[in-house]
Antibody, heavy 121, light 111 residues
């Protein structure tokens, strides 16, 4: 079964850091690009970041550029997002999603259940 | 303000045809990048509905179709059913942002 399982979310104070993870199974992880997409409570989807199959290409939304870093470990079938200088507006459900190709920018056909990040003092 | 613009809501009666528009610019849809569509029910994970060149993942009925012209794209749903009531999002790649972008989402109500 193709599956993505996120972890690492939680309550964090503004200005602090958090690292979220996504464990993939059921498909050849290093064949595909991966994404982080977030959804604030009651709002729409926002693409946060994407990484190509071999980590050779990475992209970020302007809202997180310079603060968030996406990475992957193909040996561990895992995707990560290091989030620094967190702000209240980063509060959201963070989804890990699999691209349909090796280069981010195509459709996302598999999604995890998400991990909640709450930034509050 | 989303890079891709969708109407906040659309509605239709059972059996009717509805369309949801997605308007972009010359750096995304107008540049020839594919548009992808997602369906999301309240409290659930988004589901890929259409991707690439009008491809439908296994299990998505052919009542769902898409089209593209210039800087805009549309999702069409024919034979509207009560279970189609959900939020719909478009997504594409933007070359000026060097990343993906989503539309703001459209809530479909089946009357």
């Amino acid at each position: 079964e193709v599956q993505l399982v996120e972890s690492g979310g939680g309550l964090v104070q503004p200005g602090r850091s958090l690292r979220i993870s996504c464990a993939a199974s059921g498909f050849t992880f290093d064949d595909y690009a991966m994404h982080w997409v977030r959804q604030p409570p009651g709002k729409g989807l926002e693409w946060v970041s994407g990484i190509s199959w071999n980590s050779g290409s990475r992209g970020y939304a302007d809202s997180v550029k310079g603060r968030f870093t996406i990475s992957r470990d193909n040996a561990k079938n895992s995707l990560y997002m290091q989030m620094n200088s967190l702000r209240a507006e980063d509060t959201a459900l963070y989804y890990c999603a699999k691209d349909t190709s090796g280069h981010y920018g195509d459709g996302m056909d598999v999604w995890g259940q998400g991990t909640t990040v709450t930034v509050s003092s | 303000q989303s890079v891709l613009t969708q109407p906040p809501s659309v509605s239709g009666a059972p059996g009717q045809r509805v369309t949801i528009s997605c308007t972009g610019s010359s750096s995304n849809i107008g540049a020839g990048y594919d548009v992808h569509w997602y369906q999301q029910f309240p409290g659930t994970v988004p589901k890929l509905l259409i991707y690439g060149n009008s491809n439908r993942p296994s299990g998505v009925p052919d009542r769902f179709s898409d089209s593209k012209s210039g800087t805009s794209a549309s999702l069409a749903i024919t034979g509207l059913q009560a279970e189609d009531e959900a939020d719909y999002y478009c997504q594409s790649y933007d070359s000026s942002l060097s990343g993906s972008v989503f539309g703001g989402g459209t809530k479909l109500t089946v009357l």
